[in-house]
């Protein structure tokens, strides 16, 4: 019989909303730059992408750890393809639209290549599964409220791109500096974008570091400072609510609309999910 999931402290419960809150914040200073400002997509990124390296390796290098893994070559490719068609998505995108298309491809990745590998899914998470993927379909089915195909398709890789990443450090000894290794080594061939880059104003450079250095740099020295403390179950299902704090933050703070195709969707994708997550501790 599986344990139960013992209540999380104050403090850790404190630090997992501080987490889950910067990784919305990357879907909303993203697309408030996009639409806001003058800057474009490419510019974003590079710019993302070298914030997250400095304060990373600022973070790593104040800490003094000893030697060990400094990320790999296949993590700076998957955090790069991440990360240039996030913005590029974002460019039509609604933010809740894309935190979602985002989640539910990286837990879709992830329980995909489980399967490859050999992982047993019991009748209830096969239902989570097929739940999860009818809501993507709803997601972008046409209709007035449809996301455009081409930025809905470039979030879904950004979505495979981040759950490889996130396979490829799933037995990292130190994740922390795994990271800033990844974005060390990412930063430079960030500098690839620049033919596309060609509008750039201080706002939006601004939204790009605060997306690079808080809401990714310190958002995931926070997460890696407390997954010791959280089981497997809890630190999946936490990630749950990032879609959502990333629509209900936009619908206040940039206008945006909630639509019944966003709602069914969540609640089938966050549904499914969920079930996939938590049927695999029942008899």
Same mark, same amino acid.
């Given at each position: ?13 404190l630090q997992v909303v501080l987490a889950m809150s910067a990784f919305a914040a990357n879907s909303l200073l993203c697309r408030v730059a996009l639409t806001q400002t003058t800057t ?40 790069? =393809? ?54 993507? =379909?709803?997601? =972008? ?143």
């Amino acid at each position: 019989m599986a344990h139960p999931i013992q209540p999380l402290p104050i403090r850790v419960i404190l630090q997992v909303v501080l987490a889950m809150s910067a990784f919305a914040a990357n879907s909303l200073l993203c697309r408030v730059a996009l639409t806001q400002t003058t800057t474009d997509p490419a510019s974003f990124t590079i710019i993302r992408i070298l914030a997250g390296a400095g304060t990373l390796g600022l973070i790593v290098l104040l800490r003094k750890r000893g030697p060990g893994n400094n990320g790999s070559w296949q993590g700076a490719l998957s955090l790069l =393809v991440y990360a240039a068609a996030f913005s590029f998505a974002y460019v039509e995108l609604p933010t809740g639209t894309g935190a979602l298309l985002l989640f539910g491809s990286v837990q879709a990745t992830m329980v995909i290549t489980g399967l490859y590998q050999g992982e047993y899914l019991r009748i209830i998470q096969w239902v989570g599964l097929v739940t999860a993927f009818s809501g993507l =379909v709803v997601l =972008v089915a046409p209709g007035i409220h449809a996301p455009a195909p081409h930025r809905a398709a470039l979030m879904a890789i950004a979505g495979i791109a981040w759950g490889s990443y996130s396979l490829l450090g799933r037995k990292q000894s130190d994740p922390l500096k795994a990271t800033a290794g990844n974005f060390l080594k990412a930063a430079p061939f960030s500098l690839l974008l620049l033919p596309f880059a060609d509008s750039i104003d201080s706002a939006g450079a601004t939204f790009a570091i605060l997306s690079g250095s808080i809401s990714s740099g310190v958002g995931y020295a926070i997460w890696y400072s407390i997954l010791p403390s959280l089981k497997a179950a809890q630190a999946a299902s936490v990630q749950l609510t990032v879609p959502i704090i990333a629509a209900s933050a936009a619908i206040f703070i940039l206008g945006e609309s909630l639509t019944w195709n966003l709602v069914i969707a969540s609640f089938a994708i966050l549904g499914g999910i969920a079930l996939v997550i938590f049927g695999k501790n029942r008899l």
